[in-house]
């Protein structure tokens, strides 16, 4: 069965440190996509990055980057100098065909100036 | 281009009322769906609709009804509403990219 674990529920840090979000899945198949989300307050959930199975480079985008280890079935989220608009909680899910999304439980980024 | 637009952005329903909820997207995207998101069960789908005239039910359907008429438009009824459908209701259409985009939400309360 497929399951995405997000083991940290809520994380605290100060401004400019930098943060990584663990997430951890579970899927029989081997083709299958991996995605993280941003709900800041607001409200509105925010796509930040998709990953396929078979494209295990890291990637980076400002401040953001992605680790991808099919080795341990990770998918970890750093940011480096966080700011206070980091807040929010962050969200991974996974896909085998992108319609189904299965979700982690997510995890609440509080960062403190 | 709007993307994936949800109305209404808040309401109040008595149990037993009814209501529509409103999603459109102007982006032709084929797959729809329907997601609810409560406090410690992240998002668990409803309904959804892989083309015009096509539906199916998700994960959690009982209470909630869906039709899709055409493409843009894939609106969301329930027809008695209870307390335990208090919630955040998200739209999403699939891009070609395989990725789901989500409208801003639809946060409901049921007395």
């Known amino acids: 069965a497929q399951k995405v674990t997000q083991a940290q529920t809520e994380i605290s840090v100060v401004e400019k440190e930098d943060v990584t979000l663990d997430c951890v899945y579970e899927?029989?198949?081997?083709?299958?996509?991996l995605f993280w989300y941003k709900q800041p307050p607001s409200g509105e959930l925010v796509f930040l990055i998709r990953?396929?199975?078979?494209d295990e480079q890291n990637e980076i985008s400002g401040r953001y980057s992605w680790n991808f280890q099919k080795s341990t079935s990770s998918f970890n989220f750093t940011i480096t100098a966080s700011q206070v608009v980091d807040s929010a909680v962050y969200f991974c899910?996974?896909?085998?065909?992108?319609?189904?999304?299965?979700w982690g439980a997510g995890t609440k980024l509080i960062i403190k100036p | 281009n709007a993307g994936v637009t949800q109305t209404p952005k808040f309401h109040i329903l008595k149990t037993g009322q009814s209501m529509t909820l409103q999603c459109a997207q102007d982006?032709?995207?084929?797959?729809l769906s329907w997601y609810r998101q409560d406090p410690g069960m992240g998002l668990r789908r409803i309904h959804y609709?892989?083309?015009?005239?096509?539906?199916d039910k998700g994960e959690v359907p009982d209470g909630y009804n869906v039709s899709r008429s055409n493409t843009e438009d894939f609106p969301l009824r329930l027809e008695s509403a209870a307390p335990s459908q208090t919630s955040v209701y998200f739209c999403?259409?699939?891009?070609?990219?395989?990725?789901?985009?989500f409208g801003p939400g639809t946060r409901l309360t049921v007395l």
């Open positions: 999403a259409s699939l891009s070609c990219t395989d990725t789901q985009y």
């Open positions: 609709s892989v083309a015009a005239g096509i539906t």
């Open positions: 982006m032709n995207h084929g797959y």
């Open positions: 899910a996974l896909s085998e065909l992108g319609y189904q999304l299965i």
């Open positions: 990953r396929n199975s078979f």
């Open positions: 899927t029989r198949d081997t083709t299958y996509y």
